[in-house]
């Protein structure tokens, strides 16, 4: 079998390697997309709950780091959306990428200003029904893959979803390494995201404690939240997701939490953990791929090193060299 290596929408980027740093809200900073974009892959800016402003300082500071272009990850059930689209126009992005709703209110505008769009599906059905829309790619992501999850692994999901659309698949959930880049693209892929493994990146802006417990993490040590609340995230094991887990039954005996108490719970667990490394109450997301990674090094070390192991086992030549 021959890979091709065909994206036309990372050619028209100008990146030099297949590979994308998946949003992270509050990790996935200025600092850390720059530097992924820099180093020639197509980074993102995670932006979770937040308020236009927060999303302008951080596209600033990317900015202010790489003239390549970079994309800005949204979250479409946050109730600032309409503020952060608006940064996100002003500033002239040039990619974004959806996750938790349907984009396509905004398909038309976004396309307008030359932006490309690329949601975030966990199953065939919504990748269908996205390329229907419009959309210009999808992002395939797995349940492997730290934060909010779905039910379908990437093994299984990538080749179903590629057999069912004919726009780009960008795989994720699980890829650490050159075997799972590799991998990736013989189930069909035509490009990659990772969260993960650019945690601990030394550009990544995260806590150390954060790096330390990936770093530290074995294969079996993540867990996932909110599997009875029908709201699965992917943690690394701590005293909070473990009592979050435990108390889930009671929760649901309760009447439904509000919006401010969500935003409370996911993006306030995630700052704790991200900015103050709060070992206890912080929700640590990373994917089952923790258990692989262990060093901390340059995102461009990151890429070349994955690029390199990929294209060997290919068999095609790293023409990045
Ligand atoms: C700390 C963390 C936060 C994340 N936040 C978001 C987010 O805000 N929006 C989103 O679409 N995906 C989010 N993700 C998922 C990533 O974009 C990416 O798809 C995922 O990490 C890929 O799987 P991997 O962790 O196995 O590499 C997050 C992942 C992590 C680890």
């Known amino acids: 079998m021959t890979v091709e290596i065909n994206n036309p929408i990372f050619e028209k980027l100008g990146m030099k390697y297949p590979i994308v740093e998946g949003g992270m809200t509050w990790a996935g900073t200025g600092a850390l997309a720059a530097a992924v974009s820099e180093a020639g892959g197509l980074g993102f800016i995670g932006t979770g709950y937040w308020h236009g402003d927060d999303v302008r300082r951080e596209i600033k500071r990317a900015k202010a780091l790489t003239d390549k272009p970079f994309g800005v990850n949204v979250m479409l059930m946050s109730r600032h959306i309409r503020e952060v689209f608006d940064v996100i126009l002003e500033e002239g992005v040039k990619v974004v990428a959806t996750g938790a709703g349907d984009p396509s209110p905004f398909l038309d505008e976004l396309h307008a200003a030359g932006i490309t769009v690329m949601p975030v599906v966990p199953s065939v059905s919504l990748a269908k029904m996205m390329e229907r829309k419009g959309v210009d790619a999808v992002i395939a992501e797995g349940m492997e893959s730290g934060g909010h999850i779905g039910q379908m692994t990437t093994m299984t999901l990538i080749p179903q979803v590629v057999d069912a659309v004919s726009i780009p698949v960008i795989a994720a959930g699980g890829i650490g390494d050159g075997r799972g880049v590799a991998a990736a693209f013989m189930l069909g892929a035509s490009g990659v995201q990772m969260g993960t493994r650019f945690l601990t990146a030394t550009e990544s802006e995260v806590h150390e404690n954060f790096k330390k417990k990936i770093l530290k993490a074995r294969d079996i040590d993540t867990i996932v939240t909110g599997n009875l609340l029908g709201s699965r995230a992917r943690v690394l094991k701590n005293k909070m997701a473990k009592e979050f887990v435990k108390n889930e039954v009671n929760e649901l005996q309760k009447p439904k939490p509000d919006y401010e108490t969500i935003e409370k719970l996911e993006s306030g667990t995630l700052r704790a953990a991200v900015q103050e490394g709060d070992k206890d109450h912080g929700a640590f997301m ?16 990151i890429l070349s090193d994955i690029w390199a192991q990929a294209t060997d086992l290919m068999g095609i030549p790293d023409t990045t060299k």
């Open 286 to 301: 990373a994917g089952q791929i923790s258990g692989l990674i262990k060093d901390e090094k340059p995102v461009a070390d």
